[in-house]
């Protein structure tokens, strides 16, 4: 609501308060957060992981919402979904739903967290179809578990078996939102020889990126109109971006996104820099136009050694978590669970909780801020096309309220 001062000290009282309730309750919740947490359960979490403590945990640190397992790679509750692999460790618990209860008993909200890009390999078995392949028709294995292989998002995997999963939670959870891990792809487009592929445009060409645009356009629609079949305030969000690098249109997307998803944890092997987490706080800005926009953090030791079980120093996550702030994005804070349940090395709890709880104090001070510019440069639809070369030259288009600059190869635009 906009109020002039001469309105304002004209309004009666009582009417002033219940216009300005109205608008505030009118802020849809996701826009309200401040902090955000996620432990990324592992398949022995069902045996190992105190539910109430691990509530606990994230309710000292103030959060607004945690983002809890589903699926992925494996089930975390009794699915009967087909090829939807339950762990060794579940048993006959509802693991899931022990922990959206814990988390809404502490008035937190739930999302719950799928990873669409990877299956087993019955799955390979019985749906050849659903899975990315190789120049000699060879499904993919995942790099980091070759028992894994990598599903195709061009195939009936994302509009059959996801959307069964989807609704299967919708059918015995109370949650607030779906959110879907490793997709889309962030980083580099995919490039897939499976049957549906062979139909589409050469990949790294920009008619192959505006196929894979068209695709997760109209996924991302559906996924979120499963979300409201449950009730008409929750929706759908993916990750978009590491860094200001995303494979999706960003504009396009921002228009129908209603939670824009970094992803900055300092992983490691390349050369972003940090500050590329708050570059990307002002992409948020550009496109989202007020709407919510959270970075992943992450606890676990992600320089060299790179090792999921043990932590970041102190140091290190608050650098993340200060850039984070400095971005205007939300801090969400993602750890991996272990042999101990909140990880086997804890020594991270501390400085987060010490972190998160200042910044609880502090919220005045990051709230009610908006940017006072509407123009962004990004150069999404030339580095779609970019590969590095000797020969380089500038190239510009405008696309909505955009100005895209970007260096483009000539030998790669020549070979096009």
Known sequence: MNLNRRDFIAAPAAALATSLFAAETAVPWQRKIRRVGQTNMTEHDPAALDV???????????????????????AFYQTKVPYHRKGKFLGSRDFFGECCAAARKRGLHV?????????????VQAHPEWFQRDAQGNAVHHGEDPRLFRTCMFTTYMT?????????????????????????PLGALPVCHCEQCKNLPQPGSIAYWDKFN????????????????????????????????????LVK???????????????????????????????????????????????????VPRWRNVYKSPQEQQMWFDETLASGMAPYHHIIGG???????????????????????????????????????????AAARFRPGRC????????GHWHFRQRISCAHREAA
């Open 339 to 381: 042999e101990n349940g909140m990880g086997e090395d804890r020594r991270w709890l501390e400085p987060a909780h010490k972190y998160f709880e200042w910044m609880a104090r502090h919220d005045v001070h990051f709230v009610n801020r908006r940017s006072i510019a509407n123009l962004g440069q990004r150069a999404q639809r």
């Open 253 to 303: 997307l921002g228009e129908i996104c209603e939670w824009f998803q970094c992803d900055n944890q300092g992983r490691g092997g390349d050369d972003t820099p940090i500050w590329g987490c708050a570059l990307q706080g002002r992409v948020c800005n550009a496109v989202q136009k007020g709407k919510m926009a959270t970075n992943v953090t992450a606890a676990w030791s992600t320089g």
């Open 160 to 184: 059959d078996y996801m959307t069964a999963i989807m609704k299967e939670i919708n059918s015995l959870y109370d949650v607030d939102g779906m959110f879907t891990n490793a997709w889309p």
């Open 52 to 74: 109430e403590q691990w509530a606990d945990y994230w309710a000292s640190l103030k959060v607004d919402a945690v983002l809890i397992s589903v699926t992925g790679i494996l």
């Open 214 to 249: 068209e695709r997760t356009i109209y996924l991302w629609k559906l996924y979120d109109s499963i979300a409201k079949e449950k009730k008409p305030g929750n929706f759908y969000f993916a990750n978009l971006g590491g860094g200001i690098r995303s494979t999706a249109n």
């Open 392 to 399: 380089v030259r500038y190239s510009q288009e405008r696309e």
């Open 111 to 123: 999302i719950a967290r799928m990873s669409p890009d990877l299956n087993w390999e019955d799955a």
